[in-house]
């Protein structure tokens, strides 16, 4: 929501400033501009990027303008489930949570929990861990060195769009450049023109220089910002995942487990200590 009422305060505050100034909007109405712009930055952009990044990026960059998912509502969610699992393994054994933890889908104790089943890397990773410690008495240092490499791993793919659209946010200008360039060759080849058709052609030419900074700072590089905030929040839930986890390796107590879990999370999205606690409580 905010991308979008930033984006129209942008496009009114540029134009809108230009119409008030006197100019006429249609003189920036330049649909080759664009095409010239637009197509050579979205070529330099596949040129430059695996196929994978090509689809991470597609993927990331409609949730640009929603919200995230990672709320503090998801959050309580995700403590209220960790909750139940490690509390199943206090009381029946850590063999309680085979079932659920080799199948998710069809678990009573995760089917209660919509929102963090619908995270299916989430749920991988949970699952997993889960799995390995009812499998065998692990080493927690030797499980925390394995949850580091994995959380880095996925923090490096996480950016991964934000890098690639950060490499077209650069280019956009000289782009624009480009394109202005080819204005003014046309417009020396009209040399011989009247005056008012040589002003005319020298506009739009000038009109690709503005159109590749605006697109670059006025909406490419907003978009770069939330993809790269985006990574960060993708990457916290596994880290407070890891937090909690390794506390109860430790024989931290469930509900002593989930407060360091909480501890982890952003002050923007964390439940106090009374919120957590009342809605693991309605949730049990």
Do not use: C, W
């Not at 905010?2 to 305060?9: E, H, N, Y």
């Not at 996925?154 to 950060?166: F, G, I, L, R, V």
Request: charged content about 15%; aromatic content about 8%; cysteine-free.
């Amino acid at each position: 929501m905010f991308a979008i009422i930033g984006t129209l305060v942008v496009i009114g505050s540029v134009f809108g400033g230009f119409a008030l100034n006197g100019g006429h909007l249609a003189a920036l109405f330049q649909p080759l501009e664009l095409l010239m712009i637009g197509g050579a930055a979205a070529g330099a952009f596949i040129a430059s990027n695996p196929g994978k990044v090509l689809k991470a990026t597609l993927k990331a960059l409609p949730s640009t303008f929603g919200g995230g998912k990672y709320n503090k509502a998801m959050y309580m969610e995700l403590m209220a489930l960790l909750y139940e699992l490690l509390g199943k393994m206090r009381k029946e054994g850590l063999m309680s949570i085979e079932k659920d933890v080799e199948n998710p889908k069809e678990s009573p104790l995760f089917g209660n929990y919509p929102k963090i089943l619908a995270d299916h890397h989430l749920i991988e990773f949970l699952t997993d861990y889960l799995r390995i410690m009812v499998s065998g008495n692990l080493n927690p240092f030797e499980i925390e060195n394995l949850m580091d490499v994995e959380v880095e791993t996925h923090h490096h793919e996480a950016a991964m769009p934000a890098h690639a659209m950060q490499r077209v946010t650069d280019g956009l200008p000289a782009f624009g450049i480009v394109a202005a360039v080819m204005g003014v060759v046309h417009t020396m080849e009209s040399v011989g023109a009247p005056p008012n058709e040589l002003g005319l052609l020298i506009a739009h030419a000038l009109v690709g220089t503005f159109l590749g900074i605006l697109l670059s700072y006025g909406f490419a590089a907003p978009i770069v910002t939330i993809l790269e905030q985006q990574a960060e929040e993708a990457t916290k839930v596994y880290q407070t995942v890891k937090v909690v986890l390794l506390a109860s390796l430790n024989g931290y107590a469930p509900a002593l487990a989930v407060e360091f879990g909480r501890k982890v999370l952003f002050s923007s999205v964390r439940p106090s200590f009374l919120e957590l606690e009342e809605h693991v409580k309605q949730k049990k």
